[in-house]
Each structure stands twice: as C-alpha cells, then as structure tokens.
C-alpha cells in the first residue's frame, strides 16, 4: 500500500446497524483523497432526485493522504452530501473542516467515512482503533455543542475527538453545522441537518495508531520547505508581517499542523455573561473566536442597482458579538446566518417596518438577535420559516414584503441559495478582475467556490488594491506562464478562461491534498516587508510544493500536471454528478448572471448579460463542455477517464 492512507473507509447503514469497510486504496491513485474519493464514491451511492431528507442519502466525509501527516495545513477533513441548504432544489456539493478531527480518524484506522440510512433513535457512532460501533445517544440528543463534547470526553477520555450537531441540527435548520469543537465547522452547506435526519448525533473518535509516509527524508525536507515559503500566511499579510516564531501556546491554532499566521487566526475572550435565562454563556468564559467576525467597523454596506445593504454593525465583544458567535457555534447554527440577516432586517426596519409575523425588528440590538438564533434552532415562531433559509423564508413571506426585500434577499443569498462572498459587491473589495474570475466560478459550481480560492488568486485584490501599476508590473509575467496571456489579470474581460479554470482545479487539488486555501498554492515568494516586496523583480512563488509534498508522502511520483489532471477529472466528476442526479444545465449556471449586473461595489465596473453569456461560451469551450447544454462532451470524459459517467 501506498503512504499516506491507512487504507480503510468506514461504512455505516443507521437503519440496518451494519457495519462495513471499503477500501480507499481503489480510488487513492485517481482521485488522490478528500473531495476526489468523495465524489466518486458519491457517484456509485448518490441516488438521483433525491431530497436532502432522504435515509438513502449518504454523508461522506474523507481525509487526504496528508491529513496527521507533519505537512503545513494538512489537518483537514471534507464532508460531502446533498445540501439542504442549495436553492431552489438540493443538490450535491462539499464542505471542509479544520482542527484534529480528520487526523485521529486516520490514527484510528479510516481514511474516511460513509454513512447511510436513518436510526429510529437517537445514536452516536463511537470509533477507536479500527472498530466502530453505533451507540446510543438519547441521554445526549437536546445538548449544545460544547455540551456533547464535554460529555464524550467524559466517557472516552480527554483526547477524543468529536464531530457533533447541535439542536439547530436536531431541528433541520438547512444551515445547521457539523461542528467540531470549539471552533471548526463544516458550515454552509447544512450537513448538520443531514445528520439530524439521520438522528446522528455525533462521531467520536479516540486513535493511537501512525500513518506511513513513503519517504521519510524527502517528506520532512518537503514539509520543512513548505513551511519556510508559507510563513507569512496570506499573501496580503505578507506585505506586513514575516511569522518566523512558533505560535505561542496560549494563542489556539485551527488545524493540526498549522502554524502560519494567517490573520485569520483565533482569539482568546474573557466574556461576561449579558443575556441570562439561557444557561449557554458562562460567566467570564474563555473562548476562541474568529476575529475578523468581530469588526468594531461597520461592514458590508453597499448600494447600487435598486439594491440596499445596510451595514453590519454592533457586534463588537464588548457589545455583545463574542456571546452570539459563541451561541451560534453552541446551538450549531451556520456563523453567515449573522451576516445575511442582519442587513435584510436592518433593511426592513429602514422602510419602516416595525414588525414581521409579530417579531418587533430590533436587528442591531445583540439581545434581540440572540432571542431570534434561538427561535430559529427550535422553529419557534417566525424561527420555523426562517430555519429554512433566507432565499426560502422570503418565498413564504412575500405577501407581507415590498419587492425591495425580495431582491435583497436574492443579493444576500445570489448563488443557488449560498451567502454572497468575494465577489465584489456585498463582501470584500474584489475589482475587476477578480469579481469576473468569481463570478464564472460561481456559474459553474454547487456552492460558493471563492471559500477555498483565497490565495489562488482573490486575495491578491488586496495587493491589487494597494498599488495598481506596481502589482501588474510584477504579476503580468507570471500571468504570461499560467494562463498564456499577460491580459489575464488585467481590469478586463479578456483572456479570463484558463485563469478562472486554474483555480478551480488548485481549489479541488487542495481539498483532495488536503491543504488550507490561506496559505496554498504559493503564488508569490513570501517577503520580509513591503520595500522587499517592491524591490523584488521575479516575485514567483512555487507552485510545486504540493506535488514534492504528495510524492514523497504517498511514494507516487506525482508532477503537479499530474495533480492537476487528477483534479480536472474530479472537477468534471462532479459536474456529472450534478448533470446526470440532479439536472444541472447551462439555465441554471446562468442564474447567477443578475448578480453581476450589479456594479462592483469598489470600481463601479458591472457585466452585461450578452457578456456574460459569451464569457459562459469560451469556458464552456476552455473546458471541452457542449456550449448549449454546459454538458462535458464524451471525448473530454473519456480522456479523464470517466468513461463510466457517459
């Protein structure tokens, strides 16, 4: 067998009680890990036209061959299924996690997991050295988050690991994570509530086994490279900051294996408790949270074709955000829920709404929200309609809505039901040209494909941003060698293809790997400063380090034309998978189109839909795929070996 894998994937029928192993090593070579071995098995137990809601319905969730390894990042899972959450029909996509979770499964003998059919009660799945067994969770079904974990922990020991959903998950809430404690998720695409269907309440973990690597020397060598082009982090931050310490131990870190400052990294609060009755918050608790949730700025106002966001305001800790952060992750409620609807019901309250199906409007009173993430994990009231989404929720309240909400709803939540990110005019400064990449990424996905893009390329508008001329100066040569045009990254819509396909094939090549998308691929060399950054003439980074990293891991001399041509494949598997299930077609790609009418909210610059529709063309050709339907044509299946999805 190869390194990397222990070679075992495990196989849970809830309804039958039967357990079975597959073995990883049939997919490993072509489809490299993670999302790759996800979607093909997802091919072979996916039924078609199938509600979330299904006991047929398998959740996934797959390691890659660096997962536990020594490799910067690496400690991650990916969870696949049908989201419940894709508007307006469920369809498949996938969902990464961080932390410890993925690493002890692959330490206690499973590269991953497939679970199907639907318990009568309420279960937990105990795993431990290569056994498994389901067991049962009533005394635990009702808890919190924290909660379930705290009481695993007591019965198998302080290094278990759990994945868990909380009563959001119980409930349904088509946004409901899969949680990770304390603070990694697997968070948009609502598996949380695949699993509460299920009555899956948790998966719990305890290994002590090691994972093999192929070649030890060239692996630490590999790593130890890895590492030294990555310690800057993102490659905004790398303008500013060179991370040469280790993170100290009082300073939590997101993955195994991570030790980058990303400036996404986490933070420790001491939190009064300010809204009692609930018995969540303890008093002068200590957490970790994600700070860029917690801007004492105002965020993400924007105003442009007919549309109004108001901004997001009044979450700062000391105002209450660090308790409805915390709250969120305890009742396992997607964290976006706080971005989506705040504005929306700022809005409301801005054309003098009061009320809405008797709920007073109070959307900038962090008391007021935390009462309402309540009603929507328990479907208490207006929390029932909006448990179901805001895209959904707006459906069933139109007649009490001027058409304004409508829309803005659509805006907040524009691709097939996903909240808006990256993509120049809601979230985070994205000019052209990277709202163009976005906005064909997100045509032609299931989800919001800018979450794992970020240092692909949608970061560097931040570099962009800071200094035009110089930026292009220095990025037109490598544009020329990537993506055969200097025009590529350009303020235009041209010679936009092979870029946009690259990064998606770097953002599946990362989640089969898997690798965190902060610090991964590394475009640019990392810099001391930002004179070092504007004296450099060649600013290439390495674009290897992935394939060194998997070849001396798993003993396959992958090339990273290899990995990428393994991504392509899973790329178009997952394209098949959405044709053939689900009914996925040009149409629907072109749904997204509206958005990008809107101008972009930092350079004004906006589509026109006969642009759009002829940007779709030359993808769909860049692709091989037919130009009417958006199907891949025979021959390209063919050639990637996916002869058996014609």
Known sequence: MMGGWVGNILLVNLTTGRIRYLDTMKYAEEYIGGRGIAARIAWEWMPSDVDAFDPRVPLIAMTGPLTGTPAPTSGRIVFC????????????????????????LKYAGFDGFVIIGQSDEPVYIWICDGEAEIREAKDLWGLTIRAVERELRKRHGHDVQVACIGPAGENLVRYAIISHPPENASGHSGFGAV????????????????????????????????????CTGTVD????????????????????????????????????????????????????????????????????????????????PEKGGAELHMLCDDLGIDLW????????????????????????????????????????????????????????AVDRLKEDLPEE??????????????????????????????????????ATESRDPTICTHSS???????????????????KPIAAKLWGSEKAIEPSFEDKIQLTIWCQHRHVLLDCLPLCDFVFPRLLKPFKSKKEWVEEEDVYGDLDIEARLFSTCTGLEYT????????????????????????????????????????????????????????LDEYYRGRRWDVRTGIPQTEKLRELGLEYCI
């Open 81 to 104: 299924s049908i989201s419940p959450r894709a508007y307006p029909k469920p369809w498949y996509t996938h969902s990464t996690m961080g932390g410890f979770f993925g690493s002890e």
């Open 195 to 230: 699993m509460g269907f299920k009555r899956l309440k948790a998966i719990a973990v305890r290994g002590t086994g090691g994972i093999r690597i192929a070649d030890p020397g060239g692996f630490l060598k590999a790593c130890k490279h890895a590492m030294n082009m990555a």
């Open 237 to 316: 931050a790398m303008l500013k900051i060179r991370y040469e310490k280790p993170i100290p131990a009082t300073r939590p870190i997101c993955s195994q294996s991570c030790s980058v400052n990303c400036r996404i990294g986490q933070v420790v609060f001491n939190v009064p408790r300010r809204f009692t009755g609930k018995g969540i918050i303890r008093a002068h608790q200590s957490f970790c949270i994600g700070g860029i949730w917690l801007s004492s700025k105002p965020q993400a106002e924007y105003e442009g074709g007919g549309i109004r966001v108001p901004p997001i305001t009044g979450w700062e």
């Open 337 to 392: 829920v706080l971005l989506t609807l705040q504005p929306w019901f700022a809005r409301c309250v801005e054309l003098g709404m009061k009320e809405l199906r008797g709920l007073k409007l109070r959307p900038r009173n962090a008391k007021w929200f935390h009462e309402l993430l309540y009603a929507i994990a328990y479907r208490k009231g207006i929390g029932d309609i909006l448990a179901e989404d805001l895209r959904r």
């Open 405 to 442: 909400l409508v829309r803005l709803a659509e805006t907040l939540e524009f691709a097939y039901g996903f909240p808006a990110h990256r993509e120049g005019r809601i979230w985070d400064p994205e000019p052209l040209p990277f709202w163009l990449v976005s906005a064909l990424m997100y």
């Open 457 to 475: 390329f949608l970061l560097l508008a931040e570099i962009y941003l800071d200094d035009r001329e110089l930026f292009l100066k220095k990025l």
């Open 560 to 615: 990273t034309e290899d990995l990428e041509r393994a991504a392509e494949r899973v790329f178009n598997l997952e394209r098949m998978i959405l044709v053939k299930k689900f009914g996925r077609n040009r149409r629907i790609d072109e749904q997204v189109a509206p958005h990008f009418q809107l101008p972009c909210s930092t350079d004004g610059t906006s589509i026109s839909p006969e642009d759009f529709r002829r940007l």
